[in-house]
């Protein structure tokens, strides 16, 4: 199942094709064999999709909107990131201490994620993002975070994500094959774009999927909770004392806006994405909006 192929310090490995981080693969029989329990919670995403946002949500729901409790751990500890592994500490060892009912992040394709989550009928909450978005963020995440490989120039990295050459595979793929999954599987499938224009409405559509019934101000207070300006100072949603994270070249909360990639891409990429987005997209009933 495994093939190395090890590129200076960051190195990348891939199960069933699918490119990921060295350190990943090395425990990959552990991440398969994860036994998952009937009320976790998964939130699974592609990277840069707004996975965090959605993480701290979910938190705030959990516990009826009380901010203080949010603040007892970074967002990291709070919700292990399920394939991660950090110096020693891996997040299946996190999740395996924690008390249920937990709530675990996951990067994976579908065909990638333990079959446990499937035969167990866990709970999922898909996180999607616009395809040109998604990829203006993680080129400037790969600059920023130490264990992601460099991305190269903008030029470069337009080209390595159009062939899906980056940790966790073709954008295209993921999209589409959780998006497929959600007809066999409870999967709350959610977009970037409509929650920017009207959080409240996917928070509470949120809430439903976990069967929370939540008072109206308290939504109001997880949505002022959960926008992008109070999440950037929250160093509990930042990520500020990550060390492997340098700040100064791009800040985790770096801009979360619907259409930045006008500022980014090319006319002349602008074309050539397009194409290449109307071929790969011909085989799905799913749609993204790419400005507001
Ligand atoms: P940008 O790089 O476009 O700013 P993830 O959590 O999956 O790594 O996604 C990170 C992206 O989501 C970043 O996008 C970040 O700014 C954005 N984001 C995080 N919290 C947000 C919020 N509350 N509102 C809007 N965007 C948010």
Not at 1 to 11: H, I, P, Y
Not at 28 to 38: C, G, I
Not at 123 to 131: D, V
Not at 258 to 269: E, I, P, R, S, Y
Request: one cysteine or more.
């Amino acid at each position: 199942q495994l093939e190395l192929c090890a590129q200076g310090t960051k190195e990348t490995s891939q199960v069933n094709g699918i490119l990921l981080p060295k350190k990943l693969c090395d425990i990959w029989d552990e991440v398969w064999n994860f036994q998952a329990q009937p009320d976790d919670l998964l939130i699974a995403s592609y990277p840069k999709a707004g996975t965090t946002w959605t993480q701290e949500i979910v938190d705030l729901i959990q516990s009826d909107g009380d901010v203080e409790k949010s603040k007892r751990a970074p967002i990291h500890l709070r919700q292990p990131f399920l394939e991660w592994t950090r110096m020693t500490i891996t997040g299946i060892t996190q999740a395996k201490t924690m008390p249920s009912p937990r709530i675990l992040k996951t990067h994976l394709p579908v065909q990638l994620l333990p079959p446990s989550f499937w035969e167990k009928n866990c709970k999922i909450i898909y996180m999607a993002r616009n395809a040109k978005d998604n990829m203006v963020s993680y080129y400037h995440f790969q600059r920023m975070h130490k264990d992601l490989p460099d991305p190269g120039s903008w030029d470069e990295y337009f080209k390595t994500f159009l062939e899906g050459k980056v940790f966790w595979g073709s954008w295209y793929d993921h999209v589409k094959d959780w998006w497929r999954k959600k007809d066999s599987h409870p999967i709350l499938y959610l977009f970037y774009e409509e929650r920017m224009q009207d959080p409240k409405s996917e928070i509470r559509k949120i809430m439903e999927f976990l069967g929370k019934n939540l008072k109206e101000e308290v939504v109001d207070q997880i949505a002022y909770n959960t926008s992008f300006e109070v999440m950037k100072k929250n160093p509990m949603t930042n990520f500020s004392n990550e060390a492997r994270m340098n700040h100064g070249l791009s800040p985790f909360m770096r801009k979360g806006v619907v259409g930045d990639w006008k500022n980014q891409f090319t006319v002349a990429q602008n074309k050539q994405f397009n194409e290449d987005y109307e071929k790969n997209m011909a085989d799905t009933s799913l749609s993204f909006c790419m400005e507001l």
